[in-house]
């Protein structure tokens, strides 16, 4: 009962209280990110590795990445629309690692459409073990609400969202990264180009059964293109 009782209080306390250190800085023009932990997901960043951004498209916010857990996706929607003054419109995933779409579950919850490339499904589906980690690091409180969220909306080579003030175009740049579902996010008018998953910095990864250096610098140059 004890345990019981812990749990409840615990859980009263992570949705009351802010558990993610967001700090949002400007890198172009009404585009604004909080930038992840360069280690590995622990108990001490609570799964807070990857980078997520929101664009101001004018008529609302599109965001970036909705990040490791429904709690970071709800505590960065509630900082971003209070920056901004604007409502969500769109998420956008670049790739189908849990600690950039977990946090899905929470745009999924208030059924604002959610955008990704149709490889995702299968790379959702043939990966279950990169949506294990979380469990093993995260308490229950904080892990609450989480769920494996399919995207709606699903595109092949390209997919633009229309704002009233701007274009965001979703990309698929082949072949330049392992991952079937990787993309980038390009916002012409700033020159702000989003790289996901293929670009990593002050990080290297042992992943050497999958790394390519010479596809990663052809990467870079399809993307100074």
């Known amino acids: ?3 019981f009782i ?4 615990t859980l009263f306390a992570c949705l009351k209280a802010n558990i993610y250190p967001l700090k949002f800085q400007k890198v172009a023009k009404r585009i604004e990110c909080v930038i992840g932990d360069f280690n590995p997901p622990t108990k ?37 629309q209070k920056l901004s003054g604007k409502k969500i419109k769109a998420v956008v995933i670049t790739n189908y690692h849990d600690d950039r ?15 990704a490339h149709k490889n995702i499904v299968e790379d959702i589906k043939n990966n279950p073990q990169k949506f294990e980690r979380m469990k093993h690091i995260l308490s229950k409180a904080e892990f609450n609400g989480i769920k494996v969220v399919t995207p709606n909306i699903l595109f092949d080579k390209a997919y633009e969202i229309n704002g009233t003030k701007r274009v965001v175009k979703l990309l698929k740049l082949s072949p330049v990264s392992e991952e079937k579902s ?13 790289a996901g998953n293929i670009i990593f910095n002050n990080r290297a990864l042992n992943y050497t059964k999958n790394s390519n250096m010479k596809r990663w610098l052809e990467a870079i140059k399809k993307f100074k293109s």
């Not at 812990?6 to 209080?9: A, I, K, S, T």
């Not at 990787?182 to 989003?194: A, E, H, K, R, Y």
């Open 1 to 3: 009962m004890k345990k």
């Open 6 to 9: 812990l749990l409840v209080l």
């Open 44 to 80: 001490e960043n609570k799964g807070f590795v990857s980078n997520s951004c929101f664009i101001d498209v004018g008529d609302g916010l599109v965001v970036v990445d909705p990040g490791s857990t429904f709690l970071f996706a709800k505590e960065f929607a509630k900082k971003a």
């Open 101 to 115: 779409l977990y946090g899905a579950s929470y745009y999924a919850s208030k059924k604002i459409p959610i955008i």
């Open 182 to 194: 990787d993309i980038v996010v390009w916002v012409p008018d700033s020159g702000f180009l989003f």
